[in-house]
Structures are given as C-alpha cells and as structure tokens.
C-alpha cells in the first residue's frame, strides 16, 4: 500500500498524530518548534505555540481542552486554548520529553531521551491529576506507547532497541511486566511512534524507513505502508470519523534545505481495522 500525500510540508519535526473527535478531528505537533498543530476539514493546518521550545504530546482532557507535554513540564489548556496549569520543571538540564499516552486510568504517561542521545538515560514518568511521579528508568529514546482495547497489555518502542515491547498491565491500569514482542531489521528502519487498532494490531512509524508496518496481534507483519519521497517517519495514529484512516506525520529534521521536498508533510491511507477512540487525560 502506498501513502497519499495530505498536506505541505508543514512541519520540521512532526510528531505525535492523536485523532479525537471531541476536538474535530486531529493534532499533531511540530515538536522541536514547540507548536501543536490542528487539521481543518479543508486540509488547512491551525497552529498553536505553546510558549516551551519542544511540545512533545498533546491528548485531550475528559473535562475538555487537552494536555502538552513541553521540552520538560507537562501543561493543562482549556478548550479556549489558553493555559490554566504548568507543572515545576520535571526535568534537568540535558534532558527532554519525547513521547508518550494516556492510560486506560486517566493518567499521562511520557517518556524521556537525553540531548544528544546517552544510552539508558531516559525515563518514564506519569502524570495523574497534578502529581509527577517517575515511574522507571533505564530507557534511550522513548518512542510509541499505546494500550489494547481491553486495557490488559500496552505496546512500546524504546527506539534503539530495534523492538516493539509489550508491558502486561495491571487492574490499576500499571504497567507491568514487559518483554520483547516484535523485532524490526535494521534496513526496515528504527521504530519510533505507534498506535494500537480494535483488533490488538499495532501500527507503527519507521524513522528511516519511509514506511508504517503494521502487525497483526500476534507479532505477524501484514501490512507495509509506503511513504513516498521521505525516509523519516515518525507517527501515526488511525482517525476520521469511521477510524479507519491512517494519519502518518514525517520529519525534515537534519536534511538538507531542498532535500526530500515531502518532508514534514503529512500523509494518509486507508486502514482495514479501526482504530480506538482516544484515551482521555482525567485531570
């Protein structure tokens, strides 16, 4: 299956697809510009600064407006867009947020990397109400996190590792243990951010790869989804308003300025299994 170009290229570092219908459809941002973008039903993109030089995640909140995650706090905005509540800075210097998901409690969970890429110096924290707690270390580049229908496992990518992990989740919605469940090859590309469908498939964006692969639940790939002309794909998340399209966002960070013109665009194709609807922040 080959991609459809959607939009321009309308972002450096596009990033963090989310389909949710109580907002009009979906968001993304452009994560190294700090900005969350919204798309128009004319294909039009609104953009959003969110005043923090990163803006890594945006959910929605079940009391209405949504939750960014910035370069190092996490932040509340209500449906007017403005802000209502930024946490204390969570993070030290050196580091940043990347990646993450609301769990099926309500809760926001995001992963870290170090500037300039240090092995093992990530970490996951969780955010619940207004309460930061960090929840385990030892990660590199924190990618995509998405949770099954039944809330009983949630998928993972850690980027270097090559994997997609799976986590057992707890009756509280915790994370627990987590084991290896897909191998990517080095020449598919890295796994980078990722979304689960209605059946326990994951989806999943390939940074230097120019693809989505997705995986049927029990490991098996059945699906490749070109992306023509860009080699950095980062996200994707299945949207509209039968859930069955796929939203994918790609990255022109690093490339040469007239290099790979479709860089930072983003692209669609049609999904043969809906998606989940949204899980929502509870705070």
Same mark, same amino acid.
């Given at each position: 299956? /080959?991609?459809?170009?959607?939009?321009?290229?309308?972002?450096?570092?596009?990033?963090?697809?989310?389909?949710?219908?109580?907002?009009?459809?979906?968001?993304?941002?452009?994560?190294?510009?700090?900005?969350?973008?919204?798309?128009?039903?004319?294909?039009?993109?609104?953009?959003?600064?969110?005043?923090?030089?990163?803006?890594?995640? %945006?959910?929605? /909140?079940?009391?209405? =407006?949504?939750?960014?995650?910035?370069?190092?706090?996490?932040?509340?905005?209500?449906?007017?867009?403005?802000?209502?509540?930024?946490?204390?800075?969570?993070?030290?210097? =050196?580091?940043?947020?990347?990646?993450?998901?609301?769990?099926?409690?309500? /809760?926001?969970?995001?992963?870290?990397?170090?500037?300039?890429?240090? +092995?093992?110096?990530?970490?996951?924290?969780?955010?619940?109400?207004?309460?930061?707690?960090?929840?385990?270390?030892?990660?590199?580049?924190?990618?995509?996190?998405?949770?099954?229908?039944?809330?009983?496992?949630?998928?993972?990518?850690?980027?270097?590792?090559? /994997?997609?992990?799976?986590?057992?989740?707890?009756?509280?919605?915790?994370?627990?243990?987590?084991?290896?469940?897909?191998?990517?090859?080095?020449?598919?590309?890295?796994?980078?951010?990722?979304?689960?469908?209605? +059946?326990?498939?994951?989806?999943?964006?390939?940074?230097?790869?120019?693809?989505?692969?997705?995986?049927?639940?029990?490991? #098996?790939?059945?699906?490749?989804? +070109? #992306?023509?002309? %860009?080699?950095?794909?980062?996200?994707?998340?299945? =949207?509209?308003?039968?859930?069955?399209?796929?939203?994918?966002?790609?990255?022109?960070? =690093?490339?040469?300025?007239?290099?790979?013109?479709?860089?930072?665009?983003?692209?669609?194709?049609?999904?043969?299994?809906?998606?989940?609807?949204?899980?929502?922040?509870?705070?």
């Amino acid at each position: 299956m /080959r991609a459809e170009q959607l939009t321009d290229s309308v972002t450096y570092h596009g990033e963090g697809a989310v389909w949710h219908e109580g907002w009009g459809g979906l968001k993304f941002v452009d994560m190294l510009a700090g900005d969350v973008l919204s798309l128009g039903a004319d294909g039009s993109v609104d953009r959003l600064h969110t005043g923090s030089p990163v803006a890594c995640v %945006v959910r929605p /909140r079940a009391s209405g =407006g949504f939750v960014v995650v910035n370069e190092r706090e996490f932040t509340l905005w209500n449906a007017e867009g403005e802000k209502e509540w930024i946490s204390p800075p969570v993070l030290e210097e =050196g580091l940043r947020f990347n990646e993450g998901s609301c769990d099926p409690a309500g /809760r926001l969970l995001c992963g870290t990397l170090a500037y300039g890429i240090v +092995e093992g110096a990530g970490s996951m924290y969780r955010l619940a109400g207004r309460e930061v707690i960090r929840l385990f270390g030892g990660l590199t580049i924190s990618n995509g996190l998405g949770f099954t229908a039944d809330g009983t496992r949630a998928y993972y990518a850690d980027t270097p590792t090559q /994997r997609i992990d799976v986590f057992q989740v707890g009756p509280d919605a915790s994370l627990g243990v987590r084991r290896p469940w897909v191998v990517i090859p080095q020449e598919s590309g890295s796994p980078d951010g990722l979304c689960v469908d209605s +059946e326990g498939g994951v989806w999943v964006a390939l940074w230097g790869g120019s693809a989505v692969h997705h995986y049927d639940a029990d490991g #098996v790939l059945d699906e490749v989804v +070109e #992306v023509p002309g %860009v080699t950095q794909v980062t996200s994707c998340t299945l =949207g509209g308003p039968d859930l069955r399209t796929l939203y994918i966002t790609t990255s022109r960070e =690093g490339l040469p300025a007239h290099d790979q013109p479709a860089a930072g665009a983003l692209f669609t194709a049609p999904a043969p299994t809906p998606g989940l609807p949204t899980l929502e922040f509870a705070g």
